[in-house]
Each structure stands twice: as C-alpha cells, then as structure tokens.
C-alpha cells in the first residue's frame, strides 16, 4: 500500500496523513491516532528515502557509548534498554545509530553527528553529577532525552528516570522493619546519578530509625558479579557483619548471594538480600516466587518511553522539556526475612 491509497482509505489528503506520520504539529491528536492506527492496521511501510528528502530529517536516533571500562554501560542491563527503544524506532521508520568512541571525543562524537545531520536526536546514558553532555547538546541544538537524571544540572532538559532514592528507601525500610539494624549497601559507582540518588535513599531510611551510618557497610563499585561478591565478603568478616544487604543490580546481587553461602550462611535466614533491576529479559528472577525480594522496574520499559520521548521532541521543537519519573515496585521474594535472633 503507498501514501495514496492509504490516504484514499482514511478519507484525508495525501499531505495530510504524510504529515500525521511524520509528527508535524499542525496536525491535531485525534487525527494523528487515526492515521497512525490505520499505518498498523494496514502495514503500511513509508519510502524513508522520500521522507528524508521531503523532511529534510535523517530518521534515525544516536546512542553514542564511551568505551571507558569504570563506565556503568558497561552493565549489560543496556541490552533491554535498546530492545525497548529500538521497537519504537521500528515502528516509526526510525533507524538506530550507535557510536562506541573514546572518552575524550564523546564530545566531538556529538558535535559531528549534529555538523553532518547524521541523526535527529540522542538519548544520553548514565548520567553523571554536573553531566557536562547535557549543556553540550542544549548549545549545539540537537534534541536529546536522558536516561536518567543528572543531580548538579541547573539546566531544563527532557529525561526518563526511576524513583530511584525512594526505591532504595523503602527497600531499607523493609528490612529495618524485618528487624535488620546492620544493612551492608552495595551500589554502583558513585559519580552516577543513580547511585548517589540510591545512598541518599538508603542513608534517609537509616536515619529516620536512629541509626548512625557505617562507612564500612557502604561499598560502590562497577555492578559485577566479582564486585558484589568481594564487597560482601569483606563485610561479612566484619566483627558486628551486616544481617542484610541492598545490592545495585541482579549481576551484583548474585556475587552477594555466593559470598554469603560459601561461608555456609542461608540466604533469607541468616543473611537478607534485596537487589534492583530484576526485569531482565535475559535473566529472571526465578519462577513465581522469585528468588530475590528486588525493587523492580523494567530497563525496556525505560527504553521505550524514553524513544517514544524523543520522537515527540523531534517531531515537536521547541516544545519544551519533558520529565517522566517511574517508580519501582517492591516484590518480595525467598531472599529476605526476619533479622536472626542474637543468642
């Protein structure tokens, strides 16, 4: 089916579905829906060429990734990420640019994709504290949505996040309510959005109790397997150890949950571990009962809102900023229960 006879379908002019396809604003909602709901129906399929001639737009989205190794992408929760955002990006007759390059041309990276009109917008990953990419993008003028929030940042911009600082509280709570006063944190590198706003969660919950924090119980490194298992390790040789844990990720939380066994302790009896980011595609949380109690919140959920994000400040310049916060459920599973009795 071509533009025509698409158009002869709905009843509108040729230039008036070519433009609900393409996002223009004049084009009321209602119309727009319709449009794009009889493209599905019908499985009609753009000719890219003549809209990027016609639009003068590159139809296609960057995601430009720095190759440093102490980089928090490296965490292969990205992969769900990009699943989510790339169903949006085929489904709009969107390609996907991706950019691996050295730390120290990220910058140029961004300035050529938008010198050379390789891509019509980015979606920044990782945000770090005072992120230098977001004033960056907003000078050179290429639209962008970050995944994630940047503390520091005075600037407006459009973002996709997880309560993360609440998630963290309320895990805290859970365990403290479980009768846990002793919570090792192990958290991500702490340059990260995230994982500061994930302290902050952790250190309101204690103090809210009376509880004075341990630096000792605080660890932050790369979300490995090997990290969360050393940083457990050390903690549990501690001469008042922790009777539960708030781990970054599932990676991470597996390493916790090794450490504790191979000292012959039972997780959930004698050792409470709550994780973060258990929705991963390719490795589930168990079966109905999951094995992890974990604060949940889907990485291709993210993805997709926040491609569906930039596609509108595309087709929508000068719209303005756009801010969407998730929050993540708290699911309880077999890794978690009262705090031991002291004999």
Partial sequence: MNLKELATKLGLSPTTV?????????????TREKVLAAARRYNYQPNTRA???????????GHVIPVATRHEIV??????????????????????????????????TYRALKTRGTVDGVIVHAPRL?????????????????????????????????????????????????????IGLVNGLEFMDFAIRRRTGYLD???????????????????????GFSAARAMLALAVPPTGFLVASMISG???????????????RDVSIIIHDDELSYLPNGGEVPLFTATRSS???????????????????????QEHLLEAELIIGQSTGPAPRKD
Avoid: C, K
């Fill in 18 to 30: 070519s433009r609900a396809l393409n996002g223009y604003p004049e084009v009321n909602e209602t």
């Fill in 205 to 227: 919950a204690l103090s809210a109790r009376g509880i004075a924090p341990d630096p000792q119980l605080m660890f932050q490194d790369q979300m490995t397997e090997l990290a």
């Fill in 51 to 61: 809209i990027r001639l016609a639009t003068g737009r590159a139809l296609a989205v």
């Fill in 299 to 321: 990485v291709r959920e993210a993805g997709r809102l926040s491609a569906e994000m930039l596609l509108s400040l595309i087709a929508r310049q000068g719209s303005g900023p």
């Fill in 75 to 108: 965490n292969p929760i990205f992969a769900d990420f990009i699943a989510g955002a790339g169903e949006v990006y085929s489904r709009n007759g969107y390609d996907m640019v991706l950019s691996v390059v050295p730390d120290d041309q990220e910058e140029q």
């Fill in 254 to 268: 597996m390493g916790v949950r090794r450490a504790v066994e191979s000292l012959g302790l039972v997780v959930g």
């Fill in 130 to 182: 005072n992120d230098p990419r977001i004033p960056l993008l907003n000078d050179i003028g290429l639209p962008f949505v970050v995944h994630g929030r940047a503390t520091g940042t005075t600037l407006p911009y459009s973002w996709v996040d997880v309560n993360n600082r609440r998630a963290f509280q309320r895990a805290a709570e859970f365990l403290l309510d479980l009768g846990h006063s002793r």
